[in-house]
């Protein structure tokens, strides 16, 4: 079985700077993508920045230059260092993951990590 697990969010003000982080656990063969989504009230989940196997990224229009992604292969961790916050960035954050337990990967999805910037 595979567990992702984030940490990281809370309460930031408008202008600051967060970082989430995300572990994944179990009998893992190989992470082939991670990413993060995000989803506001009322709103559709979104991609908001992935990363894969070769370390290539692809962020979303809203992301571009202030968030980055980044993982550490060796701690099966994924990283979103989120700079310049501003209140549209509210959402619950999703660690999302393809991964491979000795078959074709599949994907799994972490439980969330609320983020709440106040202006």
């Known amino acids: 079985q595979v567990q992702l697990v984030e940490s990281g969010g809370g309460l930031v003000q408008a202008g600051g700077s967060l970082k989430l982080s995300c572990t994944a656990s179990g009998s893992i063969v190989s992470i082939i993508t991670m990413a993060w989504y995000r989803q506001a009230p009322g709103k559709q989940r979104e991609l908001v920045a992935l990363?894969?196997?070769?370390?290539?990224?692809n962020y979303a229009d809203s992301a571009k230059g202030r968030f980055t992604i980044s993982r550490d292969m060796a701690k099966r961790a994924v990283y979103l260092q989120m700079n310049s916050l501003n209140p549209e960035d509210t959402a619950v954050y999703f660690c999302?993951?393809?991964?491979?337990?000795?078959?074709?990967?599949?994907?799994?999805w972490g439980q969330g990590a609320q983020v709440t910037v106040s202006s």
């Open positions: 990363i894969g196997g070769v370390g290539t990224t």
């Open positions: 999302y993951a393809i991964i491979s337990t000795g078959g074709v990967g599949r994907a799994y």
